[in-house]
């Protein structure tokens, strides 16, 4: 399935920071610093709890953490825990009993999304257990799959109760087999008579992959920091607020949640003092979003959600049974179109509130819907609670504010969410709200007053001036130039091309050994690890065929047709089967794929930079103007400072790289300087340069002179100043200003040699 953007770009992140961790020799602590520092002003520090790689996705409620876990695992199992096979054991921790089960109903049913992901990554060979069915778990079951062990956190704390009511730290005589050959391992956990067979043992041997999903709902530094205690190889936690000391790798902010239309935003409050007003003010707000809801063309059945007090007898409580007395006497709603879910009942029991058969519109309940519970058609949240009370409101926000089939309505009044709320005054409703926005990943800004207008335009940029901005880009001809259709071209065979590659096997044949990892950088520098590797079934199964088969699958090139792409990479597999057994080509598949991958990106891009300079050399490859830049975009976060240069009224949060040279860029001495403009990463409206390499080229900056003349400008750190990636930027840059014949001109811009820049620019 299609990805969203954000979701998309949290993947890339960790697919860079892994190839980071790669090209530094298994230093994990100074690949995240490589990244992360050139993002920050202050500076960026390392937590390195676990003594392996540990980082934190922040993702704010309704933002789809499980599938792009479900998408993460691939990424780490394939990219950087490649001497597991696609095999051995994942522990996927979630922070109750609620959320647990609704995990496993996703990950075990293969129709749906989460598990469709995970077995299309690893060929139908996962099974999925609770921590009480892992119990029976054999040793054929993590030879021959990847077991994802989904328990709560609960399951594997230490306190002698939940040792008892969990026993994953018991002798378990179902587990033996695993046992036969660890009786000296220091990780395992022992006792007077030896190893302990128990379930936590047997994940110690694995050295499992850990994924924390929301992380969010266990806050304290002790509910994490016992999971190290597992051995584990990777440990990344999903989460709408991560705790003090996270490694913070992607921050996604609600702004690109809703620009998906996944979430409905702004959340519209008021508030009473009398609760009854409270719930008559909910009731018609519900009552007429349905009546606008049948004129869209889905069908949806808003819902409100009416949060209850708990039965005190020191106090006049109003309970369950008070609210739906009111909604049934007062309002004259039927006996089915009401549903509690509170402790010791569930009339939610079974129900398809999706269903068009489905009668409810009010739920009743006082905290039960705070965790893994989930409907979209929640549109209401009525809470009649004292909001100064323990009774934790902002703990069901985050069930009202999912968009409906992640589809933004023509009525804007489909895409918000509404609190109405008991309070004595406004902002002590409005603190207690934003409070439970900011435990969902939220902000103030997600929030308005029911009497103010929409301010959903918070993050709206418009261009200050009138000028309709052309951007000279590299053209075939007529149209944009394009990687695949103009540089490679109908002509390109890549079976054609040369197939040999130089392929050292990084695991022995045995199928187990020692990686020294500033040797191989698969582990943290300076580690030995002895690898629990199997000969499993794929292994003995696989021959030539259906090695071809699962390297085509796994290496994408959506540029090539397939059967050229296949022709190519069997080529490639009968020569290395001229030099090793099958048997080893198959244990060192991933480290060949990338081989393969390589030497496919080498051959098309260095065709591609040749058809390239042919085409500048012949005239077919020019630079044409494109409309760039339109009247409004909308932003993920907005800096504060006001730069007076800038062509929209609000720019995006900059890093301390880009705040350098922006500083310097509006100076008001650069007289010649109209106006500068930041450019959007993968947006075809900003200054893209397609050149020699598959992805576009975007400089950070774009500006242009008084006297028309455009210019692109990339900033760059002293770390990067002369690395691959860098030669590439500025040959391209240097040909889009050839090409441009004095009308376009391209700086690649560094501390060292930033007053040079600013004097050549303020010359033009």
Known sequence: MELKQYQQKTIEKLKEYLARIKTLKGDYETAFLSIMNRESEQGVKYNDSFNVPFVC????????????????????????????????????????DEIKSQTLRKL?????????????????????????????????????????????????????????????YQENGELLQFFEEATNDSKLEKDETGVITSLANVIRLYNPLIVIDEGHRT????????????????????????????????????????????????????????????????????????????????????????QAEADRKETESITFEKIKEYLRKEKKVTEEEIAIKISGKNELEGVDLFSKKCKIRHIITINALAEGWDCSFAYV?????????????????????????????????LNKSYVFASAKNFQDAADQIIKGLEDNGYSKNDLVNITQKDESDYFKAKKRFKDELKIPVFAFEEEKLSFGEHLLGEDFELAKQDHKIQFALPLSEDGKGEIDITEEGNWKKGM???LRLSYGRKEQNTD?????????????????????????????????LKEHTMRALSLNRHPLREAINDKITEIIESYAQKQFEKFVENGKITLKEFNAFPKEIELVTEVNQDYKKSYYDKIEK????EKNLLDKLDLDELTNIRFWVRCREKQDDSLA??????????????????????????????????????????????????LGKGKTKFYLASKQNIEEVLKKIKEL
């Open 108 to 168: 075990k049913d293969k129709k749906d999304m989460h598990r469709t992901v995970l077995d299309n990554a690893f060929e139908n060979n996962i099974k999925i257990f609770s921590n009480e069915e892992a119990l029976l778990i054999r040793k054929h079951d993590v030879e021959d799959n990847l077991c994802i062990i989904v328990a709560s956190l609960d399951a594997f704390r230490k306190d002698s109760k939940l040792r008892n009511k969990y026993k994953v």
């Open 544 to 576: 030539e065929k259906i090695l071809t088969l699962w390297l085509d699958d796994k290496i994408r090139a959506k540029e090539l047709e397939r059967k050229d792409k296949l022709i190519f990479i069997n080529k490639i597999v009968k020569d290395q």
């Open 528 to 530: 030995v690890k002895q």
């Open 689 to 738: 340069l397609q050149g020699w390499k598959r992805n576009k080229y975007y400089p950070d900056f774009a500006a242009v002179t008084t006297n028309g003349t455009i210019i692109g400008i990339e900033w760059k750190g002293e770390d990067r100043l002369t690395n691959e990636d860098t030669q590439y930027k500025e040959a391209l840059g240097k040909q889009w200003e050839k």
């Open 654 to 657: 900059l890093n301390k790289e």
């Open 57 to 96: 996705v922040k993702i704010p409620t309704g933002g789809g953490k499980t599938l792009v876990a479900s998408y993460s695992i691939t990424e780490i199992i394939s990219n950087y825990l490649q001497e597991k096979l696609d095999k051995g054991i994942i522990v996927w921790f979630v922070p109750s």
């Open 219 to 306: 806050k304290t530094k002790i509910s994490i920091d016992f999971l190290k205690d597992l051995n584990p190889s990777f440990v990344i936690e999903y989460t709408a607020t991560p705790r003090e000391g996270s490694n913070i790798l992607v921050d996604i902010r609600s702004q690109e949640l809703k620009r998906e239309q996944m979430v409905k935003i702004p959340l519209v409050l008021e508030s009473k003092r009398d609760w009854r007003e409270v719930v008559d003010d909910g009731f018609v707000q519900r009552q007429t979003l349905e009546e606008i809801a049948k004129h869209g063309a889905e069908s949806i059945r808003p819902i409100a959600l009416y």
């Open 381 to 413: 949240l009525v809470s009649v609670a004292n909001l100064g009370s323990k009774i934790a409101v902002e703990q069901i926000i985050g069930r009202i504010i999912r968009m409906p089939f992640a589809q933004k309505r023509k009525d804007e009044n």
